[in-house]
């Protein structure tokens, strides 16, 4: 069974930092995908940040500086530092692993900025 659980959330004050974390099981880790998602009520879930198996990253629509992903494949982890964070980074963060045979999701760690 494949499982992926998010920790490092929680209550910071706009410019301050968060290291979120997704420690996964099940499935090995190293050849696939792994990326960082967040949502906000009403709104669809968004790309923050993905990295391959092999280290290439792509932040897609997300303007990289103040977000950096990372993986350790001997941890199976993968990471999203946060820095000079804002209330408009409040939102419930998700981890993502993708290969050809599917997708998979963590349950969400909730990020709150308060300003």
């Known amino acids: 069974q494949v499982q992926l659980e998010e920790s490092g959330g929680g209550l910071v004050q706009a410019g301050e930092s968060l290291r979120l974390s997704c420690t996964t099981s099940?499935?090995?880790?190293?050849?696939?995908?792994a990326a960082w998602y967040r949502q906000t009520p009403g709104k669809q879930r968004e790309l923050v940040a993905e990295?391959?198996?092999?280290?290439?990253?792509n932040y897609g629509n997300f303007p990289k500086g103040r977000f950096t992903i990372s993986r350790d494949n001997t941890k199976r982890t993968m990471y999203l530092q946060m820095n000079n964070l804002n209330p408009e980074d409040t939102a419930v963060y998700y981890c993502r692993l993708s290969n050809a045979r599917g997708v998979y999701w963590g349950r969400g760690a909730q990020v709150t900025v308060s300003s």
């Open positions: 990295i391959t198996s092999g280290g290439s990253t």
């Open positions: 099940g499935i090995d880790f190293s050849r696939n995908v």
